[in-house]
Nanobody, 123 residues
Framework: QVRLVESGGGSVEAGGSLKLSCTSS????????MGWFRQAPGKEREGVAA????????WYGDSGKGRFTIALDSAKNTLYLQMNSLKPDDTGTYYC????????????????WGQGTQVTVSS
């Protein structure tokens, strides 16, 4: 059974930083991609960043380029998202997910999802 558990969300002021973590277990693929997605109220879920295992190639959506860094520690089965220079528009529920690298930032191409962690950025 695949399980993904996110943590690290919270409330910060604009310009602040947060580091999200996602611990996985039961991954059924030998090679796979893991991604961070976010969803704000009334908006579609969007891809923030993704990384391919085992070569750790990162991909970033336009919203996070230059501010967010994704990293995967395979030994710990943990995915991270370091978020700097946060803006109020970054507010939303952040989800991690696992897929088979069809399209790196498209939610429909990910098969397994965590429950999400809330990020709130105030101005």
């Amino acid at each position: 059974q695949v399980r993904l558990v996110e943590s690290g969300g919270g409330s910060v002021e604009a310009g602040g930083s947060l580091k999200l973590s996602c611990t996985s277990s039961g991954v059924p693929y030998g090679s796979y991609c893991m991604g961070w997605f976010r969803q704000a109220p009334g908006k579609e879920r969007e891809g923030v960043a993704a990384i391919r295992n085992p070569d750790n190639s990162p991909w970033y959506g336009d919203s996070g380029k230059g501010r967010f860094t994704i990293a995967l520690d395979s030994a710990k089965n943990t995915l991270y998202l370091q978020m700097n220079s946060l803006k109020p528009d970054d507010t939303g529920t952040y989800y991690c997910a696992i897929g088979q690298c069809t399209r790196m930032l498209r939610p429909l191409d990910y098969n397994y999802w965590g429950q999400g962690t809330q990020v709130t950025v105030s101005s």
